[in-house]
């Protein structure tokens, strides 16, 4: 059994910094890889950050490379995203995954366990 919670979305004003939460619990054979999408209304799903957790690495979308670091906290079961410098384009539904074995960081399609989102507005 594999659970994601999300949290720490909310209003911000563009320039502003945000800290995302994703709570991990379940089979860690399936949580190696935790992944952040985000979904804009209108928008196809974008990947923008990922972390293998067994080894600490990490990657990320071009688009937001610079401005989002995601980071764990083994000793919390937790995932973050830290945004900085947030813009208006950056407003979406944020969501993390996790997968025990991905093709590709940022592919929704090899993620089999997924949060239910936190929203991002950013004005």
């Known amino acids: 059994h594999v659970q994601l919670v999300e949290s720490g979305g909310g209003s911000v004003q563009a320039g502003g910094s945000l800290t995302l939460s994703c709570t991990v619990s379940?089979?860690?054979?399936?949580?190696?890889?935790v992944a952040w999408f985000r979904q804009a209304p209108g928008k196809k799903r974008e990947g923008v950050a990922a972390i293998r957790q067994s080894a600490g690495t990490t990657g990320y979308a071009d688009s937001v490379k610079g401005r989002f670091t995601v980071s764990q906290d083994n000793a919390k079961d937790t995932v973050y995203l830290q945004i900085d410098s947030l813009k208006p384009e950056d407003t979406a539904m944020y969501y993390c995954a996790a997968a025990g074995w991905v093709r590709a960081w940022l592919d929704q399609r090899d993620y089999i366990h997924w949060g239910q989102g936190t929203q991002v507005t950013v004005s």
């Open positions: 379940g089979n860690s054979d399936y949580t190696d890889y």
